[in-house]
């Protein structure tokens, strides 16, 4: 009987040693996959919340830029419409956007400075290349670059933002 007890022991300690790995593997993988998880739902779904914040944050700034009391006015340019400078120059630029000045008075003047606000817009958009419009910070620098343009056409920092409302690229 000594010996049979003897051979059973190494079995059970075996046995026991696999358990014990099997244990610590799900308590790793559940460990892993709470953490995952959580920083899943920070990043993803619980930051809908801080977008809005920043959103909010971003309205106050534009109304305090357009002056206590002051309208911001909105107006649409013609579509642009203009060849990229990639090499062999088969790609265009289809683009139609919309202004928001800091008041009533801009949208006349810009307006008026048409034929000037064509000029600089399609200068800028046929200087850039398929590369360069590819990413969306790239977009975004592209809005900026032209709300730089159209504040040197007018004068002063008279144009606030620039929307997007279509942008084709082929």
Do not use: C
């Not at 700034?61 to 006015?73: C, I, K, L, P, V």
């Not at 579509?79 to 990639?86: E, G, K, P, Q, S």
């Not at 290349?129 to 590819?134: P, Y």
């Amino acid at each position: 009987m000594a010996e049979e007890e003897k051979l059973e022991s190494p079995k059970e300690e075996k046995k026991k040693r696999g358990k014990l790995k099997w244990i610590i593997i799900l308590v790793l993988v559940l460990g892993l996959g709470g953490g995952g998880g959580y920083f899943a739902y920070t990043k993803f779904f619980s930051g809908k919340g801080d977008a809005n914040a920043t959103k909010e944050a971003g309205e106050e700034a534009s109304a305090e830029e357009a002056g206590e009391g002051g309208e911001t006015g909105m107006t649409s340019l013609p579509t642009f419409v203009v060849n990229l400078a990639d090499p062999l120059g088969r790609r265009y630029l289809k683009l139609s956007i919309d202004v928001e000045v800091k008041d009533l008075k801009t949208v006349e003047e810009l307006t008026r400075a048409e034929p000037k606000v064509r000029d600089a817009v399609i200068l800028l958009l046929s200087s850039k290349t398929f590369a360069d419009l590819s990413t969306m910070e790239s977009k975004l620098l592209l809005k900026n670059e032209i709300v730089e343009r159209l504040n040197q056409v007018l004068g002063g920092s008279k144009v606030l933002r620039v929307y997007f409302t279509e942008m084709v690229v082929q």
